[in-house]
C-alpha cells in the first residue's frame, strides 16, 4: 500500500501546475487526501484537503488559486495550481488515510515529495 505523487516541476510566475496522487496497493476504502507541502527552514504546512464525499478545506493561501479534486474510482487525487507565485515554491507531499486488511495496514499514508519551483 502506497501513495506516489508526480506532477511537480518549474514554471514562472503566473503559471499553473497540476499535481497527481495516486493511492496503489489493496485498499478497502480511502479517507480524506490532501496535499501539504514544506518550503526550505519551513515546517510542512496543509494546503488542501479532501474527505470523501467531496468536501474541501484550502489553506488561505491556497484560496481562489488551488483546487483539489478526487477519483475515488481511480483512487486518485489531483491539486490544479494556477497563478503560481515564488511563495509556492516548496516540495509538495500528498497524504492520505488508507483503510486495508493487515494488521497495522490502515493509517496515514505520505507520498514521496514532488518539487515545486515557481521562478519570478
Known amino acids: 500500500v502506497q501513495l506516489q505523487a508526480s506532477g511537480g516541476g518549474l514554471v514562472e510566475a503566473g503559471g499553473s501546475l497540476r499535481l497527481s496522487c495516486a493511492a496503489s496497493?489493496?485498499?478497502?476504502?480511502?479517507?480524506?487526501m490532501g496535499w501539504y507541502r514544506q518550503a526550505p527552514g519551513k515546517r510542512r504546512e496543509l494546503v488542501a484537503s479532501?474527505?470523501?464525499?467531496?468536501?474541501?478545506k484550502y489553506a488561505d493561501s491556497a484560496k481562489g488559486r488551488f483546487t483539489i479534486s478526487r477519483d475515488n474510482a481511480k483512487r486518485t487525487a489531483t491539486l490544479q495550481m494556477n497563478s503560481l507565485k515564488p511563495d509556492d515554491t516548496a516540495v509538495y507531499y500528498c497524504?492520505?488515510?488508507?483503510?486495508?486488511?493487515?494488521?497495522?495496514?490502515?493509517?496515514?499514508?505520505w507520498g514521496q515529495g514532488t518539487l515545486v519551483t515557481v521562478s519570478s
Open positions: 497524504n492520505a488515510l488508507l483503510f486495508c486488511s493487515g494488521i497495522g495496514c490502515s493509517g496515514g499514508y
Open positions: 496497493g489493496i485498499i478497502i476504502r480511502i479517507g480524506d
Open positions: 479532501i474527505g470523501s464525499s467531496g468536501s474541501t
